[in-house]
């Protein structure tokens, strides 16, 4: 079986992931959730910075922009308008 057609284990992954995490933006309304992927995003080398408003979002994407943005239910404002606002 060549290199190509063989299934990579889950550490492999891990590592490589490890390696070239980058930096989440994690706006949630919710403390459990975010702690939740905070912990688990972190634990595979993810930047996580959490914020619980839009307003802190915004701030922090104007500031520096992250790799990826995980957008939840934010209390003042929906994610589609969120997602508006940002394009």
């Known amino acids: 079986m060549s290199d190509r057609h063989r299934p990579e ?5 891990e590592g490589a992931r490890s390696r070239s995490a980058g930096r989440v933006l994690l ?3 919710d403390a459990a959730f975010a702690d939740l992927y905070r912990e688990t995003l ?5 930047h996580v910075d959490v914020v619980n ?3 802190s979002a ?10 990826v943005l995980v957008l939840d239910s934010l209390p ?6 969120a997602l508006d606002l940002i394009r």
């Open 53 to 55: 408003d839009w307003r």
């Open 27 to 29: 706006a949630v309304d």
């Open 76 to 81: 003042e404002l929906k994610q589609t308008d």
């Open 58 to 67: 915004w701030v922090r994407l104007l500031g520096s922009q992250p790799d």
């Open 9 to 13: 284990t889950v550490g492999a992954r």
């Open 42 to 46: 972190g634990s595979v080398g993810w």
